[in-house]
């Protein structure tokens, strides 16, 4: 299993260090800048989104005792694309602050409205998921709603936006990002005891000395700042933390101390491979990434529902 | 010696009364098994006891502190928990589930390893550590669940019937155990319907009657007129037998005339 794991991490790291030779081959002055302005930023924030979704995903199906639970199936990504969309239809000044200010509040409202009915007493697992559903669902409604609202230069910024794409010049990204995302991932890595603790069960959990309380406020809390952060800044991206724990799982066994961090790294490099595919699909032309993992997710989502019922 | 005690505690949900004004010392050394019908708020005991729900009435003491004042850390160096259900049957390795019951120290992976390897070796599943809870049987998933309990070292242990799922040689194989336990100074609270494997506990074990959320009776295993308290708890007659040195305390069959008393 650890020989698993180590080789899991090193494929991954191999695999998206790899990612930026992906596209056209590169030649001189040009081709430096291509590399080091485009490729090398677009791989890096790539990575950081993709870690972050995946790890989360990871927390959330160990925090809501359910397989198919991640930040886009309870209603994160949803909140904080609601809260993003708002400051963008409505044109909100401020640029990158309140459009975060605005993901975060709104994957901070869904990911407890969610949490609230899970932790409701009967819960199963598929009422988790219909909660999820039922913000995403509100949540694409009330967005439409808000586009129609909107003047058109916002409308085209909207819609855009929301369809979840990488590209980006420079570094700016990775210096936005990698200060909101990476200490949360060293909150969710750090509670990966307490985690695992509590995937027995809730209330042995705390009878062995589990704070549950603060373990939930603090997945949360770190999950919706982090999906927050990648939503403003990429769109939402759906799907990575859905499909990425699993595949991990699969290979290195259900112990989060291996699961959290290969998540992460996988999840990395999930999302580089899917943006490389989207950049390489039809030449001269991009698909947005979030296109990809949607169609890459949903088929996934539906092989897990099956096992799911014939477990 | 230390005590884990109930103090006057009352439980209610809504308009039901789940647990009623009792009081219970539980010391270190000693054996208490609580007996009682469906629905008598046995486990709503064991939970009041562990801080998992809380009380309408009362105090949960641990010496003289209240329960309620420790960390959740510190509530588990005192108390430890056998849930009713053993751990399911999941494709957690079995050495993994005993591994979390040691969440309360502070302690290096490998340290923890072979603290759960120990503690399984004493359930009689040494073999078995690497194998994933889907792979065993109810019973060794029980054994694996017992296990846990003894890993989280606590002082006192509160389990919830402990022999569900066993065959008879292993349910008198664990409560042999729990009995060798009381030699290093832990406490046992145990709900059971069968008081007949106390027997199998060297010390001499205490016998608390719950019915209706109120305590009835605390009686030793020995107590002449326990046969008479267990037929009035549960509503049927119950004969005692003689067996050797034990004596085992059955409800009798149907049209069964006499018995003693």
Known sequence: ?311 | MKSLALEGVSVRVGARTLLDDVSLELRTGEFLALVGPNGAGKTTLLRALLGLIPTTAGRVLVGTEPLSALTARARAAEVAWLPQQPPPAEPVPAREAVMAARYRFDETRAVTRRAAEHALERVGLAGRAAAPLSELSGGERQRVAVAALLAQEARFLLLDEPANHLDPAQQGETYALLGRLLESDVGILCITHDVNLLNHVRAAPRVAGLRGGKLGFTLELGAPELPERLSELFGVRMLALRAGSSRLIVPAPPDTPGGEP
């Open chain 1, 1 to 311: 299993m650890t020989r698993r794991a180590l080789l899991l991490a090193g494929t991954s790291l191999a695999l998206m260090a790899l990612a930026v030779l992906v596209g056209p081959r590169l030649e001189g002055a040009e081709g430096a800048f291509i590399l080091w302005q485009l490729r090398v930023p677009r791989v890096l924030v790539g990575g950081l989104v993709g870690g972050t979704l995946a790890l989360t995903g990871a927390a959330f199906q160990t925090l809501f005792a359910n397989p198919l639970a991640s930040e886009s199936t309870v209603g994160t990504t949803a909140g904080a694309t609601l809260g993003a969309l708002t400051a963008l239809a409505l044109d909100l000044p401020g640029g990158f602050p309140v459009l975060f200010g605005c993901a975060c509040l709104g994957a901070a409202l869904t990911s407890l409205s969610v949490m609230l009915v899970a932790r409701s007493g009967r819960a199963a697992m598929s009422d988790v998921l219909l909660a999820g559903i039922t913000v995403t669902v509100a949540t694409g409604a009330l967005s439409v709603g808000l586009q129609y609202v909107s003047d058109s230069r916002a409308l085209v910024a909207a819609a855009r936006w929301s369809l979840g794409q990488l590209p980006q010049v420079g570094y700016e990204g990775v210096l936005v990002l990698a200060p909101l995302v990476v200490p949360a991932w060293l909150v969710l890595l750090a509670l990966g005891r307490a985690l695992q603790t509590f995937a027995f069960g809730e209330e042995l959990s705390a009878s062995r000395g589990v704070n549950v309380s603060r373990l939930r406020t603090l997945v949360l809390a770190a999950s919706s700042l982090s999906v927050a952060a990648c939503v403003a800044w990429c769109g939402p991206i759906a799907f990575v933390g859905l499909i990425v724990p699993h595949v991990v799982r699969r290979s290195v066994g259900p112990a989060l101390g291996r699961v959290l961090p290969l998540s992460l790294v996988t999840g990395a490099t999930f999302l580089v491979l899917c943006d490389g595919l989207a950049r390489s699909v039809s030449p001269g032309r991009e698909l947005p990434v979030g296109v990809v993992t949607a169609a890459l997710g949903a088929p996934a989502l539906v092989l897990l529902l099956f096992r799911a019922r014939k477990a």
